[in-house]
């Protein structure tokens, strides 16, 4: 089993998935927070926050999952004021509709949180709505080995993780 860690979050990932934790280059003014993309297949290097450009090439047995980290201004959002990440998913959790952009047979969950003091959303998409019986076990498995360190772990001063 394959460990990935960066920028707070780490992420023990199950047989047959890849993933990359990193921050995107921030704009001026911009404060650039960790993202992270997981897949069942070879992920492109060039990929949207959410999967653009990835679930596209996505096959009916694939899942994509991102988790990405929002700024501390949305700590106050109700959208974040569920506390603690996703740990399993059912079924029907996923929906065609769900997707960033729909694509035909997929489906998606979104999940929005706060852990340890920090604002995320976990995105995933799997290849088949109809295969969502076998698939979202798999997505399971990828939630089981995801941990968050609370802010406070972090840099002193609030800045960003390294």
């Known amino acids: 089993m394959a460990h990935l860690s960066a920028h707070g979050i780490s992420a023990a990932l199950p047989e047959g998935f890849e993933g990359r934790i990193f921050r995107r280059t921030p704009g001026e003014g911009e404060i650039a927070l960790p993202v992270a993309h997981f897949a069942t297949f070879p992920l492109p290097s060039e990929v949207g926050d959410f999967g653009s450009g990835a679930v596209t090439l996505m096959g009916p047995n694939d899942v994509f999952a991102v988790l990405f980290e929002y700024g501390p201004e949305s700590l106050s959002a109700p959208l974040f004021a569920r506390q603690g990440r996703p740990r399993r998913f059912g079924p029907d959790d996923f929906k065609p509709y769900v997707l960033r ?62």
Not at 104 to 117: N, P, S, V
Not at 136 to 159: D, F, H, K, M, Q
Request: hydrophobic residues 40%; glycine residues 16%.
């Open 101 to 162: 952009r729909g694509l035909a047979g997929h489906a998606g969950t979104q999940w929005f949180f706060t852990e340890g003091g920090r604002p995320f959303t976990f995105y995933s998409v799997i290849g088949n709505h109809a295969r969502r019986n076998r698939l979202v076990p798999v997505v399971n498995r990828l939630v089981e080995g995801l941990a968050i360190e609370p802010a406070s772990a972090g840099p002193v001063g609030g800045a960003p993780w390294n």
